[in-house]
């Protein structure tokens, strides 16, 4: 048997990286001020094959706008691409002055919208229109991003404290208490309230190079507040204390909703608090039944403990 062929990587031969078009366009002006193809190549660790292609495609190289580290021209990139990230970059600039908020699939819809436009303007000014598809994927996302400067930035809102030292005290006196009282975790129940700005746009947005934040900008804070609970074993879902700030809203009445058919108890008062009374009114008419049901379903003492945060 003749000798086994060996990898490069096995061979220990290191494997040569493409040149990104920003060298090659180094080569190409290098070349126009009289450097040879040997010298090239030799300056490069290339061959002169290699240096020849380069300079043969000078022309697309030269005038191809691509991000910093691209290393191939596409083939399917057309004027119909460039028009479109033009277009594209007007709009985003308005949605940044108007303070909208502008997500990466946002970006991407309006991008085919446009370049479905575009093309449909080019079929209706020649004879052929070419019917190609632009996808815009991940890749192109990312190297749009290079090519424009557009970059991301988080609308701060009120910054939250914990108590982080109370927390931990409180984990160990709970578990002190739990096991005192002798309570699995099927008849543990933990119940909080959290709030829901159900209109509230995404902090993150994108805005283009020129700009460093975003103008002011208004939250809507049309919100509600959710009491949720369940036992820590997880298999209790108790019914949810809705609060809101309307006792019939407008769409109940125009789609006929009665409230007492919600998965969820409905409550209201003008700032979508969940008060005493209310609480008082969950636990009655909601959680002392439903766990109450639970707990004979599963033979177990009917006693529970709920910890409200």
């Known amino acids: 048997m003749g000798p086994k062929k060996v990898r490069a990587k096995e061979s220990g031969e290191k494997k040569k990286r493409m040149l990104p078009i920003e060298v090659k366009r180094e080569i190409i002006e290098k070349h126009e001020r009289g450097v040879r193809v040997m010298e090239l190549a030799r300056v490069y660790e290339r061959s002169t094959s290699t240096i020849c292609t380069i300079l043969k495609q000078k022309d697309a190289i030269k005038s191809a706008k691509t991000a910093k580290g691209t290393t191939l021209l596409s083939q399917l990139r057309t004027n119909v691409h460039e028009e479109m990230e033009k277009l594209l970059l007007v709009w985003l600039k308005k949605k940044g002055l108007a303070g909208d908020t502008v997500t990466e699939s946002i970006i991407c819809e309006k991008a085919c919208v446009i370049y479905a436009d575009l093309k449909k303007e080019e079929a209706s000014t020649s004879e052929g229109g070419a019917e190609d598809m ?3 994927s991940r890749g192109w996302f990312d190297n749009f991003k290079k090519r424009s400067g557009i970059h991301s930035v988080v609308r701060h809102g009120e910054a939250a404290s914990a ?15 739990i ?3 002798g309570y699995i975790p099927q008849q543990v129940f933990d119940c909080d ?6 209109k509230k746009m995404p902090r993150r947005t ?3 190079e020129e700009e460093t934040k975003m103008p002011g900008h208004k939250p809507m804070k049309d919100r509600l507040t ?5 036992n820590a074993s997880g298999d209790c879902k108790v019914k949810p204390l809705l609060v809101y700030h309307s006792e019939n809203p407008r769409a109940f009445k125009s789609h ?5 058919k919600l998965h969820v108890m409905w409550r209201a008062n003008a700032r979508a608090w969940v008060t005493w009374q209310f609480f008082t009114d969950w636990v009655n008419l909601i959680f002392d039944p439903s766990v109450k049901e639970y707990l004979q379903k599963n033979n177990l003492p009917l006693k529970a403990f709920i910890n409200f945060g």
């Open 134 to 136: 632009f996808k815009a």
């Open 163 to 177: 108590d982080v030292k109370g927390a931990e005290r409180y984990i160990v006196e709970f578990a002190e208490l």
């Open 179 to 181: 096991e005192e009282e």
């Open 193 to 198: 309230e959290t709030g829901l700005f159900w």
């Open 206 to 208: 994108y805005i283009t």
């Open 226 to 230: 959710l009491a949720l609970c369940a």
């Open 256 to 260: 006929k909703i009665l409230k007492e």
